[in-house]
């Protein structure tokens, strides 16, 4: 193997961590065999493993890919909020917010699926009249991995849906087509310089429920910046 996979990693930087006992299984045998783990003797006759400095290496340029994500990630998080506040509304990032759906069987009775969720913005209209509100939220993807794997959790976007009236995926540009994202979603498309409108989101009535104010009450609320201030005088 020329670069390890993501099991291999996680196996690696758990080794790193630990005491290195040995797992025995195929995932140790083939970081064995790719230099990245070496086996010690101890004095007492047992064996450990080590990560090796080929296997450091690998670590070190996963973390770095990881930061850098990261990195993307909070920039295009950060942009949207901006622009949510630029376009008059009230925004948050990273939320606690929890959502109650339907059990698989409540046509039989089941009792309500509690969902937790965690929005990257969520945002309302600034103003005093609940029915103008407007709840939306944004979720960012910069990676296409990370968004067919949102994609592939209909709870979780079940859960969005049911914490607002128009929810949002923000795309960075070049990983999807807006006709990948389901037609419940608005999409927008992060370039380095904008974001392009590539389809709305659909628009329909919603009240905060009692569970998000109060998670609204305990958190702050992105607060403008000068530039945003001056645009919305």
């Known amino acids: 193997m020329s670069a390890p996979?993501?099991?291999?990693?996680?196996?690696?930087?758990?080794?790193w961590r630990s005491a290195g006992w040995p797992s025995q299984d195929l995932v140790e045998v083939e970081l064995l065999a790719a230099g990245w783990?070496?086996?010690?003797?101890?004095?007492?006759?047992?064996?450990?493993?080590?990560?090796?400095d080929a296997g450091v290496a690998h670590i070190a340029a996963s973390l770095n890919r990881n930061r850098a994500a990261r990195d993307a990630h909070e920039l295009l998080v950060e942009r949207v909020a901006i622009e949510m506040q630029r376009a008059g509304r009230i925004a948050w990032r990273g939320l606690a917010l929890r959502a109650g759906l339907p059990a698989p069987d409540a046509a039989e009775g089941g009792k309500t699926l509690w969902v937790n969720a965690m929005?990257?913005?969520?945002?309302?209209?600034n103003s005093t009249v609940e029915d103008y509100l407007e709840p939306a939220i944004h979720e960012i993807k910069v990676s296409r991995a990370d968004l067919l794997g949102e994609l592939r959790r209909p709870a979780k976007s079940a859960a969005y849906r049911a914490l607002c009236g128009q929810c949002w995926f923000v795309i960075k540009a070049g990983i999807a087509e807006a006709e990948e994202i389901p037609p419940e979603y608005g999409v927008l498309i992060g370039h380095d310089s904008h974001l392009e409108l590539a389809r709305p989101a659909p628009k329909r009535a919603h009240k905060p429920d009692f569970a998000t104010w109060m998670a609204l009450a305990r958190a702050t609320p992105l607060v403008p910046d000068d530039d945003t201030q001056a645009e919305l005088s």
């Open 5 to 15: 996979t993501r099991i291999h990693l996680q196996r690696l930087r758990l080794l």
């Open 37 to 52: 783990v070496e086996r010690l003797q101890e004095v007492d006759g047992r064996e450990r493993l080590r990560v090796t």
């Open 119 to 125: 929005p990257d913005v969520y945002s309302l209209r």
